[in-house]
């Protein structure tokens, strides 16, 4: 009888381990699940905060790259026509949105002067902005370019996504809403200066969605 007794423990034995081993490797594989799920609700939530993100450079650390992406993002342009802007707003303001020109009073990215300059603390706000916060005089821009400025909007929005196009764009934009004295050389020096300095620098920005896709809502951002 012991015989068979210690026979009876030794198969039980084996059955426990055999049945410890199987809800062992049970519970791994749970927890492997476990951990790929938080994995895809990690990624799903870095996903989910991407447009926060972007907004947050919008905070003005970068002037430059903040105008870029406004242009492109807010107001619409292709990178070509947002190369003719920042060379005029590289010209009038070095894209410094608090300064004022001492002589003459002119204020902010395009340096707007008298009525022009009172319009833009008025829609600043009454929109919540800060008038010298870049995010607020872009959207003023767009505002003068979607009520007063229409042809020059309508140009911008049809200039080749070329370097030529940035020329075109930095020239119309300098003389038909900046209009500075000595209009055609600052005109023709921003048009350069938007071919030959922001085009090779941010002109080769690339979809990342395609074209066809804004037929379904998804709007078309830059990559620098």
Known sequence: ???????????????????????????LKRLTATLTHIRI???????????CTSMQAYAD????????????????????????????MKAESN????????WGGAYGLCQWLGLRQTALQSFCASKGYKVSSIKGQIMFMKHELDTQ???????LHNVPNTADGAYQAGYYFCFHFEAPGDIY???TYRGNLAKNTYWPLIGSGIPRVQAADTAVGIKLTWTL
């Open 1 to 27: 009888m012991a015989g068979e007794d210690a026979a009876a423990n030794g198969v039980y034995s084996l059955q426990l381990h055999a049945a410890q081993k199987k809800k062992r490797g049970f519970m």
């Open 95 to 102: 894209f410094k949105p608090a300064i004022s020109n001492p």
């Open 185 to 187: 050389n600052a005109s």
């Open 61 to 88: 650390t970068d002037p430059e790259e903040t105008v870029f992406t406004l242009l492109t993002d807010e107001v619409g342009l292709s990178p070509a026509a947002a190369c003719g802007v920042m060379a005029n």
């Open 149 to 155: 400025y229409t042809s020059v909007k309508n140009y």
């Open 41 to 51: 609700l990690v990624l799903m939530l870095i996903l989910l905060c991407a447009p």
